[in-house]
């Protein structure tokens, strides 16, 4: 009796000590101040990269028009290359971009990336061959350059109230929802090189 009464009790105990805990099967929480206005699929690019950067959104939106200019709907049917000065963050962040828009990955190994000066999203339709070649203009590079990163070393619970920090901390937001709206025209240049 005393066995299952010490039993029962530690099982309580345990259940009780886990209860209003969150799963272990749940996603990590984004960086992100969402604005009704974000399109969805800006939404599910944060919630790969983990904030709503400038440099992963104009990832985002060279892999779109790539992938779009291919006619390809991603994933399987395509093979990404991406040559650029992409070595570490934020610039290396454009990366998470295109895996994004484009659904090519380093797992599956359609994706791959070239140290290179420039930057260039080049997306092949593996079934028709069709191949588009993706370059930012002087616009997006002028855009996503325009600030300055700093090392996170506050919490944001300790900034609250401070209003100069709260709107540097969001100005990569900013900018980045930006790039996200401008027309495709004005922020990449598109050339589909002769087959």
């Known amino acids: 009796m005393m066995k299952r009464l010490l039993a029962t009790t530690l099982f309580l105990g345990l ?34 990269h983990g904030h709503l950067g400038p440099w992963a959104t104009a990832g985002l939106r060279a892999g779109m028009c790539a992938r779009r200019a291919v006619r390809a709907e991603g994933y399987f049917d395509l ?71 700093r090392p996170k070393t506050v919490a944001a619970a300790e900034v ?5 920090q709260l709107s540097e901390d969001r100005q990569p937001e900013t900018i980045a929802r930006q790039v996200a709206r401008l027309p495709e025209k004005e922020i990449l240049d598109v050339a589909l090189p002769q087959q």
């Open 160 to 164: 609250q109230g401070q209003d100069d």
């Open 79 to 149: 093979e990404v290359t991406v040559e650029g000065p992409l070595v570490k963050p934020p610039q290396s962040c454009f990366l998470d971009g295109v895996q994004v828009s484009t659904g090519a990955t380093w797992g599956k190994r359609n994706l791959k990336w070239i140290e290179a000066n420039q930057i260039v999203v080049r997306v092949t339709n593996v079934r028709t061959g069709k191949v588009a070649e993706v370059r930012p203009t002087p616009t997006l590079i002028r855009l996503v350059t325009s600030f300055k990163p």
């Open 15 to 48: 259940a009780a000590s886990h209860a209003g805990e969150e799963p272990v099967c749940s996603l990590p929480k984004p960086d992100y101040h969402r604005e009704a206005s974000d399109p969805d699929w800006l939404v599910q690019a944060v919630q790969f």
